[in-house]
Structure formats: C-alpha cells, structure tokens
C-alpha cells in the first residue's frame, strides 16, 4: 500500500539520490565543540591550580580536588555537547517534503555525529599527553608497591647497589653464617651490610622474619652498634614496625588509587553518554528553530 503524497510531501515510491547527512554543519558542531572543551578545561586547571599550594595545611584535599575536577569535567562535557549540536541544528539546510518524525530523526543523528567527531578530535588531541600520564602512574604504582621493601632495606642501602644480587644469595648467606657474627660483621662491614640488607628485603616480601634471621639479626645489631642485645632487639622491631607502616600505608596509596581510578572512569563514561543525548537533543532544537524561523521570515 502507497503511502499518500500529502502526509509526507512527496512520494514515497521515489528514493532521493542526495545523502540525508550534511557532513558540514556536523564538521562545524563538532569543532565549536572541540574548541569549546579545550578553553572550558584550560579555565578548570586555572580553578584548580588555586585549591592547591606548596604550603603546609593551605591547599584543599586530595578528596576535594578529585571531587571538583570530576565535576567540572561533567559541566564541560555537557556546555560542549549542547553548544556544538544546536550549532549542527541551525546550520544545516533545511530538508524540504520531509515528515516532522523524520526531520526530528535526522536533527538528533547530525548531532550525535557532531558529538562523536569532537569525542575524536579531544581523544586524539590528548592521546600523547594521557599516555604519558598513564606511564607516570605506573612509575608512581610500582614505586608504591616497592616502598615496603625500600624501607626495610634503608639500612643495607649497599644490597641496592649490588648489580651483581642474586636470589640464591641469601640462601648462601645462610650456609655461610659464621659461628662469631660479632667477628665477621667487624671484618667486613659492607658484606655485612649487604647481608642484612638481603634479609630484610625477604623479610618485607615474606610478611615475616623466620626465627633464625631474626636471633642472627639481634647478635649482628648488637655487635655492630655497640648496644645491648635488649637493645638491639628493640631497634630492630623499631625498624620493622616502620616497615610494616610503609608498606600498609603504600597499600592503602594504591587503593585509593584505583577506586579513584574506577569512579573517574565511570563518571566519564556517564558524562560522555549523557553528553551525546544532549548533543542530539540540541540539535533537534536548533534545527526546528531553523525551520521555524525560516518559515516566519521566508528564504
């Protein structure tokens, strides 16, 4: 059955040779909004480089500052969508023998295109810049992690140096401890040194320090520093306390870390969905102000 000519204003047997999508009026949405993220985001780090200060107790927190930027991102996101999509609407040609539905369609594609070609042009803009953020979030990650074990090995800072260190040596370590540590730690201070370092390192990967390391630690520490083998004891605990410190507290780092990492992703990701009905719902309404206007005051 045929549709008749006079509810869609053209028959509808006919297909139009021209495309229904104005590549121009998307092109220039879509850089209006490109345009208008990169000044609103160079405004947001003006913002936010107030709220921080290199003096003690003057910036805002870590929590405040996230909480701002994201957002910020959301406004920025959502000014930038409606403003390159109604820009889409009013500047394409107006489509003549088109039903309302259809014309209300077209409108809200063009402005989900615009949307998504801004999308592109900012992501490839900030592709270099976010893939060198990402490297020095991996760096900051892995050096969280290592914080623990750097820790504990603060006072064999020489086993770090050692380019030459081999799993195995602690274990040869253990074979050729010697009956008088008191002795050998005086003979050679740096080995002794290294030793140490290399059983503190195990220690903070392990979680603890087996009973051996730690009676052979006590007589070394107490040898070396002179101290009472009460002493030495509480020096060493001293020093493991503040390892197990750093490596909880480097633990809570990365956690913090990641569940700021996920709820950026996911605020993003909302903004960006509910950026692309706003560009389409602008276009719609740019476009029927077009036609309108058109309508009221002729060609």
Known sequence: ????????????????????????????????????????M????????????????????LTTI??????????????????????????????????????????????????????????????STASGLLQKGATFAGAAVGTAAGSAAAIGADAAD????????????????????????ATDTAASNREIGRILIRSAAEGEMTPDDRAYLDRVVAARTGLSEADAKARIDTVLKQAEDAKVKAQQTADE??????????????????GAFIAGAAAAVGGRQRDEDESRYGS
């Open 1 to 40: 059955m045929t549709l008749p000519v006079s509810q869609y204003g053209s028959d509808p047997t006919i297909e139009s040779s021209s495309s229904a999508v104005y590549w121009g009026p998307v092109i220039a949405g879509a850089l209006a909004a490109s345009v208008l993220t990169a000044l609103l």
């Open 42 to 61: 160079l405004v947001g780090s003006g913002l936010g480089l107030t709220m921080v200060s290199p003096f003690s107790g003057e910036s805002a927190s």
């Open 66 to 127: 996230g909480i701002s930027a994201a957002i910020w991102f959301v406004v920025v996101q959502w000014l930038s969508s409606g403003v390159g999509g109604y820009l889409t609407g009013r500047l394409r040609t107006k489509w003549s023998g088109i039903h309302t539905d259809e014309v209300y369609f077209r409108d809200t594609a063009h402005g989900f295109l615009a949307w998504a070609v801004a999308t592109l042009l900012m992501l490839a803009m900030a592709s």
């Open 162 to 185: 050692d380019s030459n260190a081999n799993p195995v040596d602690y274990f040869t370590d253990m074979l050729m401890r010697p009956a008088d540590p008191a002795r050998a730690a």
């Open 257 to 274: 870390a990641r569940k700021g990492a996920a709820t950026a992703a996911l605020l993003g990701a909302l903004a960006l969905f509910i």
